[in-house]
């Protein structure tokens, strides 16, 4: 499974009980739209977790941001 698949998966069921459907579509773009490397894929684990306070809670957006950075650390281990 390559990173960007891990993210949105994790994301999904992280949104899923509480996120609107639009929401979690906006979550999975910025995720998406991201180039395949550390730093871009950090900077979408940062929009995303900004997003998240803005519209579900202060929590899961701190939550999100963290576990997503985690998951980008794994996957890019060198740099």
């Known amino acids: ?9 994790f994301s ?3 949104f899923k009980p ?12 910025v995720i998406e739209g991201a180039p395949n490397d550390k730093k871009s894929l ?3 684990a940062d929009k995303v977790g900004k997003l998240v306070p803005l519209f579900i809670n202060k929590g899961l957006g ?3 941001d963290g576990k997503l950075k985690e998951k980008i650390d794994k996957a890019f281990p060198e740099s």
């Open 1 to 9: 499974m390559d990173i960007k698949t891990e993210l949105k998966d």
């Open 12 to 14: 999904c069921e992280r």
């Open 18 to 29: 509480t996120a609107s459907p639009l929401f979690v579509e906006r979550a999975l773009t």
């Open 42 to 44: 950090y900077a979408a």
């Open 62 to 64: 701190k939550e999100i």
